[in-house]
C-alpha cells in the first residue's frame, strides 16, 4: 500500500527563518505543507504545535552583544508568528551554543522551552530544594524536562529538554535510520525507568539528514511514526506538548564553559570553534585554525564602529533606533508599503522626508547586515578562503558600503587592516585583506 505522510506532522522542528524566507519565494507550495502540518499537530495536541522558533540568522549566541542577543531572539519570534500565525513556545539556539547570558535572554523573552545537548547540563536538584548533584561527567536523565531559574528576575525560569545524545548521533552517523524496523529495534534498546510512567526519548539531528544525507529516509520516519511506533506502543509526541503534562521536578544549570562563554553540541571546547584555534573542523594535515581569532575581532570592531552611527544617524529620525531595529523584522517579513509606514507610524520622531525616510531604512539594512556577518558557518570550516567566510565578509562590505553612504564615514580600510592577521592556509589566498579584495569586492552578490 502506497501512503502520502507528512512528516512534519509528527516531528518537533525548526526551521531557520532566512532558509524559510527563501522558500516562501522559490518553493512556496513546501512551505504551505509544513505550516498546514504545524496547524494540524495544534489541533491534535490541543493547542500545542511542532513547529519550534528560532535565533534570526545562526548566530553563535554566547558570543553576541546584549543587543543582538535580545534582537535576534525577537526577529525569531516575530518571523515566526508571520508564518505560522501564532506565538511559538520553544526556541532552538543555533548549535545548541548557550550560556548563562542567553537564557536570560531567553526568559526575558517568554520564551517556554529549549533544547540543548546532554553535555552542557552541569547540576541537578528538586525544584523544592536540596543538595546539587554534580552530572557534569555525564548520567543527566534525558527522558523528561528540567527548569532553570533566572538569576535576574526572582521567579521567571525556561525549562530545558536535554535531548539523547547517543541515540541522535546513531540516527544522525550510523545506519539505523536507514531501516525503520531496525530503528524501532534502537528504541527499543533505550533503558527506561519504571520508577515513573511517561518517559520522553527524543533526538535531535539535522533536517538534511533525511533525503540528503541519506535518500530515502524520510520514508523510515513516515513509516516508523505512522505504523511501527504506535503498534509497538509507544506514544508519539512533541516537547511542547510534554511541558503542561509533565512539568518539570528538577532544576538544572548548565555548565559555564570558557570565560562565562557557555558550551555548544558541535565544539568540545565549548565555543572556541567560531572564535579562535581550537583543533575543532581541522581541515587538511597541518593546517590550523588561527584566522578564528582574527576574523572575530574585526567584525566585533565593525559592528561597534556600527553601533556609533547608527545612533548617531539614526538618533536624528527615530525615537529609539534599537527599538526601532527590533521592529524593523516586520519590514523583511512584508516589505509592502503598508508595513512600512507602519513602522515610521511607530518609529520616526516626526514626519520624515522621503530622503529622511530612505536614510532610516538604509540603517535598518546596515544593522541586518551587521548581525548576518556573524552567522556561525563563517568560522566552522577550515579555512578563511572557504565559501562560508566570504558569505559573511560580503554582509560585512555591504554593512561599510551603507555606512559610507549614510555617513560620509569610510570603515573599510581600517578593517582590511584588521584582516591582515587572518592568514590562510593556502599560499595563493595569503590572507584575509587578500581574500577580501581578491574575492569580496569582485563579487556583485551579497544575497
Known sequence: ????????????????????????????????????????????????GNAIAQIYNHVIMPLANERDKITQIKWGVEDFKHTFNRDPEGMWLPETACNDATLEALIEEDIKFTILDPSQAYK?????????????GGGIDTKKAYRYFSKKSSGKYINIFFYDGLFSKNIAFDDYITHADRMMERIMTINLDNSYKDQLISA?????????????????????????????GYNVTIFSACLPAHPPVDEVLIKKGKHGEGTSWSCI??????????????????WNQE???????????????LVKITEEEGGKYLKDVWHARDDYVK??????????????????????????????????????DAMYMFTS??????????????????????????AKEISGEDLEPEFLEMLREAKSNLPQYRDGKNVYETKVLKSKSFA
Not at 124 to 136: A, H, L, Q, V
Open 291 to 305: 584566522w578564528r581569532k582574527p576574523l572575530r575581532e574585526s567584525l566585533d570592531w565593525l559592528r561597534d564602529e
Open 331 to 368: 519590514i523583511l517579513s512584508d516589505p509592502s508599503r503598508e508595513s512600512i509606514e507602519k513602522f515610521f507610524y511607530f518609529n520616526a520622531k516626526k514626519f520624515l522626508t522621503e530622503e529622511e525616510s530612505m536614510t532610516c531604512l538604509k540603517l535598518m539594512e546596515m544593522q541586518k
Open 1 to 48: 500500500m502506497v501512503k502520502h505522510v507528512n512528516n512534519f506532522e509528527y516531528l518537533s522542528f525548526n526551521v531557520g527563518p532566512t532558509l524559510l524566507n527563501w522558500m516562501k519565494k522559490k518553493h512556496p507550495h513546501r512551505v504551505k505543507m509544513i505550516v498546514d502540518a504545524d496547524r494540524e499537530s495544534v489541533r491534535k495536541f490541543n493547542g500545542h
Open 124 to 136: 541537578i536538584r528538586k525544584i523544592n530544594g536540596g543538595e546539587w548533584k554534580d552530572i557534569s
Open 204 to 232: 535531535a539531528v539535522d533536517g538534511e539528514t533525511f533525503g540528503h544525507h541519506k535518500r530515502f529516509t524520510e520514508r523510515t520516519i513516515a513509516y516508523l511514526m505512522e505504523e511501527l511506533a504506535p503498534k509497538h
Open 269 to 286: 571546547h565549548g565555543v572556541s570553534r567560531w572564535k579562535e584555534d581550537c583543533s575543532c573542523g581541522q581541515g587538511q594535515e597541518g
Open 377 to 402: 558557518c563563517g568560522w566552522f570550516f577550515s579555512d578563511v578562503s572557504g565559501l562560508e567566510t566570504l558569505i559573511i565578509l560580503r554582509f560585512a562590505s555591504r554593512a561599510m558600503q551603507l
